[in-house]
């Protein structure tokens, strides 16, 4: 019992020693006037502690001598010891006399110090996940709540481990020589574990035992490892408050329950029949469907979403379709997303199913359908943005898909705050958009975001490898230069035949306007994996520009002028033009380019929804200068679609684990002169140079035909082609903003000429990845299996950069 006692009179001439009053309950008990003034405390007392010292519960009760105080001070000031932890009880009273010296003196009983914790006979649990996971940890106060805490949670682990009974004891022992310090001690007897050999339904005569089992979360012991039979609780009350009643309502049985359900455990053995008795009830046919209140969306196109193209009801009573609960279900939230996103924020879809009488001999019918109320279309009247302390406004907003003045649409404002995400400037998951009714009927929409640190120095090593003694890279990355966008890097990649050298600079507003541009100066001396023979040098720079197309937010127009000179070093012999990459004349590359680009698609690298689409033609040599003349075009387009979404939080838009299906196509030509730069033509296979292929060495498709990466039987210079094509479908596994898994096919090849391009001749590939955003940029991995190779098999591709 809390004793808590203050003092009850302020004035002097009521004021005694260890008058006491119930915080909780300040009722004067004498018929005293009860003053309101504060007291001035001469000093604080602490009468009761073993463990801790007089400064620190004073410090922790906040009240301090030579001050005034009232008796909500006091009433708070008991608030905060009793929020340490450290108590049983608590009392506070006065001694003295105003004018002779006031002492509010704190009376305290301590918990005892758990020195240690013990948790004994856990077989199937770690003991050391209990304490990192609850409240439970030595060196802190006994308390109930971490006691319970602890137990439940052990007891719930256990259960999902197939041992839903188990006996835990509490045990405490005091720790001689040290007052208030014990050890505490959870004794736990695990039970059996149950498995479920069996699963036996009566009742049933609609569907199968085995129809059921295969709709239950619940599963008996298989011959495979996957299907242990473990029992789980939660799983059995989904089954049987969910999963098979969604069954039946899905088929028309509205009237199904669970009558009985009984486990009957074997005790030697821990093998568990689970027992079922079920009651199906008839199936309900849908006799009239009806839709009142609509005048946005007719009735047709609202009907077609539950009926699909039948688009009604057959007029033949045999012909009745079986009324599917599940979907009606599904379809009502679509008519609700559906006006949602028309602007109907405030309409209401308010369903009906209709039990029709029972008639003897007939089917057993319902009337069903939708009760309207659409209301007047929300407007948006305001869209604010907050907790941007660094990014300016401008930035977020280029990713805001929903302006005032539009009608509001909760898909666009979804939209919306998935692309602010993908920024990378914020701190994930982020705050749900708040949307705000004005008294006018419209909205005001708040998208919430806290900054995080986005500059990083990266760096790294190797030893060994290609370059056969150490290489590396540091560089530093700065995605939001002053908070507005621009983009800062600066990278070195170094390495006994590498050094390359790279600065860049990028603005997605030139002086705050919707012109686009960014400047790259290069310098590097590589070699290649596949082309051993040389040594390639280039120095240049590039300056590009992008312009946003009228009506068309999501297209821009790019142009850009870039100027290198190009050495290729023969590492010995003599140099053969016709047949080798290397020891041809220094040359001078003048090229111009031109492309447009739409991109819809909903994050930058791990996208589930969208298509993005770009085509690229460069013009270099000719009017331009230097050397060679030819004319390189490039064209691809991705697009992506969500197919199921897994651990969504309702609450929380974009998240949970989000599995999508993608393809995309891409393709280049070359004409015209390109000697003098043979590495601007295509050559195909690998993930890191060219053109990737994944199942298959970099470069060992070529025009004429599969050759390996040391092949003898081709010259390197054959293995470039003219034309290229490229087809990837796969299935992607989006595990949040950082990583994702997929299983993928790719189809390609390169053709000496544009005329020779024939789809039907393709090389296949197929497997699976991994992509993972690190301090150093996105890295992969992919195994892949090549099917037209020479001999088919496995192949491991490490990449750096996004992938296909």
Known sequence: MVRNRVLREWRLRWLTVAVGISIACPEFSFGQEVPTGPITIDSVAVRGNVRQTDEIIIANGTLVSGTAYTIFDIQKATKSLWSTGQFKDITVHVDGEVGEGVTLVWEVEEQDLMRNIGILGLKSLDADQVMDTTALKPGRPFSLSAVSEAKRFIQNELAKKGIPFVNIKERIEPISGREKEILFFLDVEEGSRVTIADIL????????????????????????WWRGGVYDGDKLNLDLTQNLPTFYATRGHLDFEVADDSLIIDPSSGKTRLELTVEEGSPYHLNSFSIT?????????????????????VGDPETLPVFDASHFDAVTGEISQLYQNSGFLFSQIVPFVNVEPEVEGEIRKVSAGWDIIEGNPAYVSRVNIQGNDFTHDAIIRDKIFVLPGDVYSQERVIESFQSISSLGFFEVPMQVPSIDPNQDGDVDITFNVTEKATGALNFGTSVGGYQNGLSGFIGYDQPNLFGKGKNGSLRWDYGTYMNNQNLSYSDPGIFESLVSGSVQLFNSRDRFISF????????GGLVRFGFLLPNARFTRLYTAYGISQTSLKLMGGTPDLDNSLFGRPDATQSTISVGITRNTQNHPLFPTAGSRHAVNFEFTGGPLGGDGRFIKSTANGSWWTPIAVMGANPDQPGSGTTFALGTSLRFGALQGDSDAFPFDRFWMGGV??????????????????????????????????????VATAQIAMR?????????????????SSFGEINPA??????????????????IGLDYAYGFDKLEPGWNLHFRLGPGA
């Open 293 to 313: 209140g609509n005048s946005e969306f007719s009735r047709e196109e609202l009907s077609r979403r539950y009926f699909g193209t039948n688009n009604g009801l």
């Open 735 to 751: 595990l949040g903003s950082q990583m994702s898994a997929s299983i993928f096919m790719d189809a390609g090849n390169v053709w």
């Open 688 to 725: 890191q140079f060219g053109e990737s292929l994944r199942g298959y060495d970099e470069t060992t498709i070529t025009p004429t035909g599969y050759y390996g990466d040391r092949s003898l039987e081709i010259y390197d210079i054959d293995r470039m082609g003219q034309a290229f094509f």
């Open 201 to 224: 339904v009566k009742g049933n005569t609609v569907f199968t035992a085995d129809e059921l089992r295969g709709a239950m979360a619940v599963k008996e012991e298989g011959f495979f």
């Open 532 to 539: 051993r023979s040389g040594r390639r040098k280039k120095l």
């Open 761 to 778: 001749r393709l090389y296949r590939g197929a497997g699976v990845g991994l992509q993972i955003i690190t301090p150093m940029g996105p």
